[in-house]
């Protein structure tokens, strides 16, 4: 089965960028929905943004559309966001997540454990 691992949150100023990896094993990425929930204290997960299987079609909530670029990479079985200008109500943990299909139109059913990000 699929499992999920994040890497690459920390602490950045108000401007400035991060870049979140994922990596993923125990099955063929194109096989997935791939993408990126996050969740501040006292808050419900948001999406962010996913990307389906054949990386066709990608799909971003409204509060990071045209600062944010979800894409991955098969061969190095990596899932990637890069964040740009980042604000403080972008901080909380972000989470790796898998769909079961190739479609984004199923919910996740597999999360990775999460990475810090937090915007001053």
């Known amino acids: 089965h699929v499992q999920l ?3 690459g949150g920390g602490s950045v100023q108000a401007g400035g960028s991060l870049k979140l990896s994922c990596v993923v ?3 063929t990425l194109s096989r997935h929905c791939l993408g990126w929930s996050r969740q501040a204290p006292g808050t419900e997960r948001e999406r962010v943004a996913f990307i389906n299987g054949d990386s066709t ?6 509060s990071v559309r ?9 061969a190095k079985r990596t899932l990637y966001l890069q964040m740009n200008n980042l604000t403080p109500e972008d901080s909380g943990m972000y ?10 139109a199923a919910l996740p059913n597999t999360w990775g454990l999460g990475t810090q990000v937090t915007v001053s």
Do not use: H, W
Request: proline share 3%; aromatic share 12%; net charge neutral.
């Open 66 to 74: 045209g600062r944010f670029t979800v894409f991955k990479d098969n």
């Open 25 to 27: 094993t125990g099955d």
């Open 95 to 104: 989470f790796c997540a898998s769909g079961p299909l190739r479609t984004c």
């Open 57 to 62: 079609t990608t799909n971003y909530a409204n």
């Open 5 to 7: 691992v994040e890497s």
